[in-house]
């Protein structure tokens, strides 16, 4: 992989954690696939099981916004692999039934194919996860 593409894809990586963190959902729907794969592991399964398709990311999208408030989400570290890519990063938001705050690491893994995005799956902070639990009930 050459060094522009890699730029590129760092690129593509950094707008869609920008249009996350601003609700934009078309806008991260427009950076995937048609039939793009979206998984949650853990514990966190409940939360989001796997699905298939723009439509079922975008329901979890929505569904995710309007119960989260993203404040802040800090890139540590990405790291490309040919047309795959690991992200490390914190997240720092509100829920917005409680108005508690929260802060979480993610390790987030992402499949390109065409640009777009194929795969998506992120393993949360197992603390954040018994947290979140104590928030919902």
């Known amino acids: 992989m050459g060094e522009l593409d890699r730029a590129l894809t760092e690129r593509r990586v950094r707008s869609i954690y920008e249009?996350?963190?601003?609700?934009?959902?078309?806008?991260?729907?427009?950076?995937t696939a048609p039939n793009v794969k979206l998984a949650t592991t853990g514990q966190w399964t409940g939360a989001a099981p796997p699905s298939i398709g723009r439509e079922a990311l975008g329901a979890f999208l929505r569904r995710h916004h309007l119960e989260l408030e993203k404040i802040v989400s800090v890139l540590h570290e990405i790291v490309i692999d040919g047309d795959r890519v690991v992200v490390h990063r914190t997240a720092v938001g509100r829920w917005r039934a409680s108005g508690q705050r929260y802060q979480c690491d993610f390790i987030d893994f992402f499949r390109f194919r065409d640009g777009l995005v194929v795969e998506f799956s992120e393993y949360a902070d197992p603390a954040w996860i018994d947290a979140e639990a104590q928030v919902r009930t």
């Open 19 to 31: 249009m996350w963190s601003r609700a934009d959902v078309e806008g991260i729907l427009a950076a």
